[in-house]
């Protein structure tokens, strides 16, 4: 079993920055992709951006530019700063982690852009 415990969100204006945190603990592999999707209201969830198994990134395009993920392995984090944050990116952001053929998920946290 793999826990996942997000950070960061919260209420930012038009044009700012909020930075995310997701810790991954307990049976850990090395072996896996990690990332975060989002999840706004009347809408599927969508991918954000996310770390391949090959340790490349991919990323949204309507986020492409102004996101940037990181991971730090010896901790097993995956960070994701959010600039030039616009109200469309208002969402639940949740983070997930696939590995040995299954897929875990965060609580999620809300981001809002709104002035």
């Known amino acids: 079993q793999v826990h996942l415990v997000e950070s960061g969100g919260g209420l930012v204006q038009p044009g700012g920055s909020l930075g995310l945190s997701c810790a991954a603990s307990g049976s850990i592999f090395s072996i896996y992709t990690m990332g975060w999707y989002r999840q706004a209201p009347g809408k599927q969830r969508e991918l954000v951006a996310g770390?391949?198994?090959?340790?490349?990134?991919k990323y949204a395009d309507t986020v492409k530019g102004r996101f940037t993920i990181s991971r730090d392995n010896a901790k097993n984090t995956v960070d994701l700063q959010m600039n030039s944050l616009k109200p469309e990116d208002t969402a639940v952001y949740y983070c997930?982690?696939?590995?040995?053929?299954?897929?875990?998920w965060g609580q999620g946290t809300q981001v809002t852009v709104s002035s």
């Open positions: 770390f391949t198994i090959g340790g490349s990134t």
């Open positions: 997930y982690r696939d590995q040995l053929g299954k897929t875990y």
